[in-house]
């Protein structure tokens, strides 16, 4: 009897601390579930502010792919009507350059005439004035008898000479006169051709205004590649946060110590310990049932995910392929137009410089993948042990009551029923627990995947804008196999996630545990050799 009221005040003791610590673990439950809904809550609507802000500046960035489109367009229109004003330039100067030839070869023509006259009329001015000479010679030996006949010749020589010397004068003006003209109307078409060659270097000029745009579309990527820094911040803040809601809750400790007397009725505390058994592998085989249909509920979940995952890549694959093929493009508009070999040198450094960026992003969020991946394994491990820990505390519990005989029966099937409810209290918060975090790291994973699509998207419209302010073959054809290779490393990280994700559904399968009452048995006996 002293035994048994022992015994049934130790039962009272450890039902009264039993009840205190799951009021507190109760009311810790619920402050950690409305801390954790918080938490999640605060963390679905920073996502949501992520979502829209990226989508907003995914609608920007097509809004600004439209207007350099528009500013393509207008540009090619004003280049065909350059090339147009280029063409009759050219026309006009090849026009001017063969009359000016022309003319060159009529003047040499006519200077060689004018030569040729003069040289014949000097030469038959000479000719008579030595048949002057010699007239005079021969009238001077006549005598005076034909003095008057040699001098009307003389007069007619001298006559003849004169207007030879005048034609040789106006010979002579000629020649001036058409070497003047002729030197004039060089003089005119040089003046023109110069001018025709300034306003082709205008047209030139002009068909090129390539400098200006290009800065301003470098200061526009500059303002999105902040942006992009911006929101890198706000998704390690909101990962950070997703850490602390995975920090491992402490367990606390049931009861301390173990019945220590027992007394009568061995066959009866026998019988109810065997029945206390089966009461627990009912339990045990409501958990698996319970746990199969959590694990089958979860399964779907991830199958859905994997369904909407699967549908927005494939989307953003297909904006992608859009952006690629109007890239495609506009670089092969814009490589007919290239002239600047410094241009394209820059252009080119500022992709490599780009694509040094994206690619340390990409490792940045590969690190902080794994990082997450490591801390979820953690956590589903530190649940699990948890889980098993409750259930060793419950076998414990309904073998040591079992021991009590048939006085502690009652309480003890209460002791137990209030053990299973908690089992399966604690089943239920791990798979709600398993949901929130399966649906966390969904959502975080979805969001780096998608914001790494968006960053390549980004990549592609800024090359697409500085191919179109330096448009040269070598820095295209560069840009594009370093486009390229950062499209190989979004599609190996693509299959990692999808690694990482086949991962988790592995973690997320129900693991059998395995109850011990060996600890319990060596009790009993110890209990029934002191008795």
Not at 65 to 81: F, G, H, I, V
Not at 118 to 130: F, I, N
Not at 231 to 247: D, I, K, R, T, V
């Amino acid at each position: 009897t002293t035994a048994l009221d022992s015994a049934q005040s130790e039962i009272e003791r450890l039902t009264r601390e039993l009840e205190d610590v799951e009021q507190s673990k109760q009311v810790a439950m619920k402050e950690s579930f409305e801390r954790n809904e918080s938490q999640i809550a605060s963390l679905n609507a920073a996502h949501r502010e992520l979502d829209q802000r990226l989508r907003d500046e995914l609608d920007a960035a097509l809004k600004a792919k439209a207007s350099l489109e528009k500013e393509l367009s207008d540009r090619a229109e004003s280049t065909a009507a350059t090339e147009t004003a280029k063409r009759n330039a050219e026309a006009l100067s090849e026009s001017l350059q063969s009359q000016l030839d022309a003319l060159s070869t009529q003047r040499a023509e006519l200077e060689q005439r004018l030569v040729k006259r003069e040289e014949e009329l000097v030469a038959e001015l000479d000719a008579a004035k030595h048949e002057a000479t010699a007239q005079a010679a021969r009238f001077a030996q006549l005598g005076e008898a034909a003095s008057d006949h040699a001098h009307d010749e003389v007069d007619k020589l001298k006559s003849e000479v004169e207007r030879l010397e005048f034609e040789l004068g106006a010979v002579k003006n000629e020649l001036t006169s058409a070497t003047s003209t002729a030197k004039a109307d060089i003089a005119r078409l040089t003046d023109e051709l110069a001018s025709a060659s300034a306003a082709r270097d205008a047209v030139a000029e002009t068909a090129h205004p390539e400098e200006d745009g290009s800065s301003e579309s470098a200061s526009a990527f500059e303002a999105m590649r902040r942006d992009m820094t911006r929101l890198e911040s706000e998704l390690a803040a909101a990962l950070a946060e997703l850490a602390e809601l995975e920090s491992p809750r402490e367990s606390e400790s049931s009861d301390t110590e173990a019945i220590r007397e027992f007394t009568t009725a061995l066959d009866s505390a026998q019988s109810e310990i065997e029945r206390l058994t089966r009461e627990l592998e009912d339990v045990e085989q409501s958990k698996q049932v319970a746990m199969k249909e959590s694990f089958e509920r979860n399964e779907s979940q991830i199958a859905s995910l994997n369904a909407a995952h699967r549908e927005l890549d494939q989307r953003l694959r297909d904006e992608l392929d859009a952006a690629l093929k109007a890239k495609a493009s506009l670089e092969k508009e814009l490589s007919d137009r290239a002239e600047s070999t410094a241009a394209t040198e820059t252009a080119k450094r500022n992709a490599e410089a780009l694509s040094e960026s994206l690619q340390s992003q990409l490792d940045a969020l590969s690190t902080q993948r794994a990082e997450l991946e490591q801390r979820l394994v953690k956590r589903e491990e530190e649940l699990v042990a948890e889980l098993d820990a409750a259930k060793h505390e419950a076998t414990a519990q309904a073998a040591r009551f079992a021991q009590l005989g048939e006085a502690a029966s009652d309480h003890a099937h209460d002791e137990v029923d209030k053990l299973k409810s908690e089992v399966e209290r604690l089943e239920f918060e791990l798979g709600a627990v398993k949901n929130e975090l399966t649906s966390a790291t969904s959502t975080a994973k979805a969001d780096i995947a998608r914001l790494t699509d968006e960053l390549a998207s980004a990549s592609a419209a800024r090359d697409a804008v500085a191919e179109t302010a330096h448009p040269e073959e070598d820095g295209s054809s560069e840009s594009a196999s370093a486009f390229e290779a950062m499209r190989r490393d979004m599609t190996r990280l693509e299959s990692e996630l999808a690694a990482a994700l086949a991962e988790l559904a592995e973690l997320e399968s129900p693991r059998e545990s395995e109850s011990s009452d060996t600890e319990a048995i060596r009790e009993f006996t110890t209990a029934l050799d002191s008795a």
